[in-house]
Nanobody, 124 residues
Framework: QVQLVESGGGLVQAGGSLRLSCAAS????????VGWFRQGPGKEREVVAS????????YYADFVKGRFTISRDDAQNTVLLQMNSLRPEDTAVYFC?????????????????WGQGTQVTVSS
C-alpha cells in the first residue's frame, strides 16, 4: 500500500521560511515524478512545483518562482519543498503527490498517489 506523508507545516510570519517534507512508503520515489500542490480556503487545488524522477527537470508555478525550491533525496525516499519569503497568500494546505511516470506534470489528474496534506499558515 502506497502512503505519502507530509510534514513541516505550521504557522510562520510573513517573510519567514518553512521546509516541507514528503516521505513515501510502499513506493520507491526513485521511479516517480513528484509534485507539490496547495489548496487555499475556497480555492481549487493548484500545482506549486514538480520534479522529475531524475531530479534534473523542475517546474515552478509563477507565484513561487525564486522563493520555493523542490528537491529530492532518493536515499531517504523523500521530496522536499523549501519555502522562503513566505507571504500571507501562501496560506493553504500543501499536498504531496506522486505519479507512475518519470516526467513532471502540473494537473491533479496526472498524479496517482496523494498525501493527506499539511497546513501552512502565514501571518501578516
Amino acid at each position: 500500500q502506497v502512503q505519502l506523508v507530509e510534514s513541516g507545516g505550521g504557522l510562520v510570519q510573513a517573510g519567514g521560511s518553512l521546509r516541507l517534507s514528503c516521505a513515501a512508503s510502499g513506493l520507491t520515489f526513485r521511479s516517480n515524478a513528484v509534485g507539490w500542490f496547495r489548496q487555499g480556503p475556497g480555492k481549487e487545488r493548484e500545482v506549486v512545483a514538480s520534479i522529475s524522477w531524475s531530479g534534473t527537470i523542475k517546474y515552478y508555478a509563477d507565484f513561487v518562482k525564486g522563493r520555493f525550491t523542490i528537491s529530492r533525496d532518493d536515499a531517504q525516499n523523500t521530496v522536499l519543498l523549501q519555502m522562503n519569503s513566505l507571504r500571507p497568500e501562501d496560506t493553504a494546505v500543501y499536498f504531496c503527490a506522486a505519479r507512475d511516470a518519470a516526467g513532471i506534470a502540473t494537473m491533479t489528474n496526472e498524479y496517482d498517489y496523494w498525501g493527506q496534506g499539511t497546513q501552512v499558515t502565514v501571518s501578516s
